[in-house]
């Protein structure tokens, strides 16, 4: 019973990180190396109150779950913060001196370790499922290389098998159930995320329609009336002010058709569409306009990539980024624009840049009305793209570096065409 009790207690140690991280940073959205440090922290306390608090059994023998901390503190913060895990826990063990404990931990972490690192980026492009799977499973194979290196230091200690077997499989619930409890937080976090933003485009949605509406009718009217003006024996001065007011006029209009497209709802008269037919079309359109900036378009495309989409909408959504894309590169560079099949059930579309890239601030914002980081623009474009590309069941995952440039991976449900 002390056995259970004691790994019932590592169990409230090793869930430490999630408790605290979860309500103080995750809530507020924040992903800076600020809160990053925080969290590879956390991880450290929880692997060293496990290591400090273990499950004694036999004759001085002793087991903890420092695996899964380090396991998903890795997983989740990525290879730097798993060095750093790994480090500690080399130290903080070598505090009891270079007894067989010592050497057992050492030769977990230089055999199974690589392999949790070698699937940093597998886990981290995973979705729920997959996530706790592979929580779970290597939680298990890093607790089974340590079981195996204590047999060996040991001389094959038979009798200390049924605990041990206990601590396998406590290790590997332990990690599959903290690995599905941190992504339903997540998924909840999302999930109200994404109603506040339903409700706040709704409400802009409204008022937008209105007032684009009122807005564009008397400005049509006094456009209507400067072409009237525009004599050809006005001196040059004059004409000089009415084309530039009609096209400062013009400039006003294409915002409102902005707003109104922004107000519309994105779905309807869906139909089978070639994705990559689109990319490509797109893609020949801004030729021009990219040339006139130094800048190349490389596209790539596989066969067989049909989804169901609007294609008026789907090329406004691909031109959106796309013209993005070449504006963020004023010095000149090259774009690849792909399509390719993901599995057997979607298609993924990429554009890749070499422009000025974003923070993480920027990107946590990008999609938002009315957030632009363009002088000029409204903030509209990307946010209709947004739009756009839910209705279509599809999922955007945007990664940028400042002064790389920007990588789009947009994911559609494949049409069963």
């Avoid at 981290?124 to 499973?137: E, F, M, N, P, Y």
């Avoid at 209105?210 to 400067?226: C, D, K, S």
């Avoid at 554009?351 to 002088?375: A, C, H, N, W």
Wanted: hydrophobic share 45%; net charge neutral; charged share 20%.
């Amino acid at each position: 019973m002390n056995v259970i009790k004691d790994f019932l207690l590592q169990l409230a140690l090793s869930a430490i990180p999630m408790f605290t991280y979860q309500p103080f940073f995750e809530e507020r959205g924040k992903q800076g190396w600020r809160e990053k440090a925080v969290m590879a922290a956390l991880w450290c306390l929880a692997v060293m109150l496990c290591m400090t608090f273990p499950a004694h059994f036999g004759e001085g023998y002793r087991l903890d779950v420092r695996v899964v901390p380090l396991v998903l503190g890795t997983l989740y913060g990525g290879p730097t913060t798993g060095l750093f895990l790994a480090v500690f826990t080399v130290g903080y063990r070598l505090a009891g001196g270079f007894d067989p404990g010592f050497y057992n931990t050492l030769g977990a972490l230089l055999t199974a370790f690589p392999v949790v690192l070698g699937n940093v980026r597998r886990f981290q492009a995973a979705d729920k499922a997959k996530r706790i799977r592979l929580g779970a499973s290597l939680t298990l194979l890093y607790a089974f290389v340590g079981l195996l290196w204590f047999q060996v230091l040991n001389g094959g200690e038979l009798g200390t098998l049924p605990v041990q077997g206990l601590h396998l499989l406590f290790v590997t619930v332990v990690g599959g159930l903290l690995t599905a409890f941190y992504e339903h937080l997540r998924e909840i976090r999302r999930l109200r995320s994404e109603m506040l933003e339903a409700e706040k485009f709704r409400a802009i949605r409204d008022l937008t329609g209105i007032f684009a509406h009122e807005i564009r009718n008397p400005m049509q009217v006094v456009r209507g009336f400067l072409q009237l003006l525009d004599d050809p024996a006005l001196p040059p001065r004059k004409k000089e002010f009415i084309q530039l007011s009609i096209e400062e006029l013009d400039r006003a209009n294409e915002t409102i058709n902005e707003l109104l497209d922004f107000g519309k709802p994105a779905g309807g008269d869906n139909e089978e569409v070639e994705a990559g037919f689109q990319l490509q079309r797109v893609a020949n359109l801004l030729h021009s306009y990219a040339e006139l900036r130094s800048v190349t378009i490389h596209t790539e495309r596989d066969a067989d990539c049909w989804i169901r989409a609007n294609p008026r909408k789907l090329s406004q959504c691909l031109v959106n980024i796309l013209k993005n894309a070449v504006e963020s590169m004023p010095e000149g560079g090259s774009i690849r624009a792909a399509c390719s099949a993901e599995g057997d059930s979607r298609v993924l579309l990429t554009i890749e840049d070499q422009g000025v890239g974003m923070t993480r601030e920027q990107l946590d914002r990008l999609g938002s009305p009315f957030y632009s980081l363009k002088e000029s623009g409204t903030g509209l474009g990307m946010t209709v793209s947004f739009q756009i590309i839910r209705s279509l069941g599809g999922k955007v995952r945007v990664t940028s570096e400042r002064g790389k440039g920007t990588r789009f991976a947009i994911s559609f449900p494949k049409s069963d065409r």
